[in-house]
Protein backbone atom coordinates (compact mmCIF):
# COMPACT_ATOMS: atom_id res chain seq x y z
CA UNK A 1 0.00 0.00 0.00
CA UNK A 2 2.85 2.08 0.23
CA UNK A 3 3.40 2.15 -3.27
CA UNK A 4 0.54 3.40 -4.04
CA UNK A 5 0.49 6.38 -2.02
CA UNK A 6 4.03 7.32 -3.36
CA UNK A 7 2.74 8.44 -7.02
CA UNK A 8 -0.02 10.98 -4.84
CA UNK A 9 3.20 11.91 -3.29
CA UNK A 10 5.21 13.28 -6.24
CA UNK A 11 2.32 14.71 -7.87
CA UNK A 12 1.34 16.48 -4.82
CA UNK A 13 4.87 17.83 -4.79
CA UNK A 14 4.92 18.81 -8.30
CA UNK A 15 1.99 21.02 -8.07
CA UNK A 16 2.98 22.59 -4.92
CA UNK A 17 6.53 22.76 -6.60
CA UNK A 18 4.82 24.36 -9.56
CA UNK A 19 2.01 26.61 -6.99
CA UNK A 20 5.84 27.72 -5.06
CA UNK A 21 7.31 28.63 -8.99
CA UNK A 22 4.34 30.74 -9.66
CA UNK A 23 4.21 32.45 -6.81
CA UNK A 24 8.01 33.53 -6.85
CA UNK A 25 7.27 34.89 -10.27
CA UNK A 26 4.36 36.83 -9.39
CA UNK A 27 6.37 38.35 -6.92
CA UNK A 28 9.38 39.14 -8.94
CA UNK A 29 7.23 41.09 -11.03
CA UNK A 30 6.23 43.26 -8.46
CA UNK A 31 6.48 47.31 -9.26
CA UNK A 32 8.27 47.61 -5.05
CA UNK A 33 10.94 44.50 -6.30
CA UNK A 34 11.53 45.82 -9.13
CA UNK A 35 12.57 49.49 -7.75
CA UNK A 36 14.66 48.34 -4.92
CA UNK A 37 16.45 46.17 -7.72
CA UNK A 38 17.74 49.46 -8.93
CA UNK A 39 20.22 51.36 -6.25
CA UNK A 40 19.55 54.98 -8.14
CA UNK A 41 15.76 54.28 -8.30
CA UNK A 42 15.91 52.85 -4.68
CA UNK A 43 17.78 56.36 -3.71
CA UNK A 44 15.42 58.41 -5.61
CA UNK A 45 12.26 56.88 -4.18
CA UNK A 46 13.71 57.19 -0.60
CA UNK A 47 14.40 60.80 -1.02
CA UNK A 48 10.87 61.95 -2.33
CA UNK A 49 9.76 59.88 0.43
CA UNK A 50 11.94 61.82 2.66
CA UNK A 51 11.12 65.13 1.21
CA UNK A 52 7.25 64.38 1.57
CA UNK A 53 7.29 63.26 5.12
CA UNK A 54 9.11 66.50 5.73
CA UNK A 55 6.72 68.96 4.40
CA UNK A 56 4.12 67.17 6.07
CA UNK A 57 5.26 67.53 9.25
CA UNK A 58 6.22 71.09 8.78
CA UNK A 59 3.12 71.94 7.64
CA UNK A 60 1.38 69.91 10.32
CA UNK A 61 3.13 71.31 12.95
CA UNK A 62 2.30 74.93 11.87
CA UNK A 63 -1.26 74.35 11.53
CA UNK A 64 -0.71 72.99 14.96
CA UNK A 65 0.58 75.52 16.51
CA UNK A 66 -0.88 78.71 14.65
CA UNK A 67 -4.27 77.05 16.16
CA UNK A 68 -2.61 77.05 19.79
CA UNK A 69 -1.30 80.25 19.91
CA UNK A 70 -4.94 81.27 18.11
CA UNK A 71 -6.61 79.66 21.42
CA UNK A 72 -4.39 80.88 23.72
CA UNK A 73 -4.60 84.78 22.57
CA UNK A 74 -8.54 84.47 22.61
CA UNK A 75 -8.47 83.58 26.78
CA UNK A 76 -8.28 86.97 28.16
CA UNK A 77 -9.70 86.24 31.69
CA UNK A 78 -6.15 84.62 32.76
CA UNK A 79 -3.84 87.98 32.87
CA UNK A 80 -0.88 85.88 32.06
CA UNK A 81 -0.91 83.67 29.86
CA UNK A 82 -3.39 86.17 27.42
CA UNK A 83 -1.17 88.80 27.54
CA UNK A 84 1.95 86.48 26.29
CA UNK A 85 -0.64 84.92 23.98
CA UNK A 86 -1.48 88.77 22.63
CA UNK A 87 2.02 89.18 22.20
CA UNK A 88 2.72 85.97 20.37
CA UNK A 89 -0.02 86.08 17.90
CA UNK A 90 1.23 90.31 17.09
CA UNK A 91 4.89 88.56 16.75
CA UNK A 92 3.33 86.12 14.42
CA UNK A 93 1.04 88.66 12.27
CA UNK A 94 4.21 90.99 11.74
Do not use: H, Y
Not at 24 to 39: A, D, G, H, M, V
Not at 63 to 75: D, E, K, N, P, Y
Amino acid sequence: MAQAEQPDDENDLKNQLASLAQGLERLNNQTFLKRQNSPVRLLAFRFLGGLAFGLGSFLGATLVVSLLVFSLAQINFIPIIGEWAAQIAERIQQ
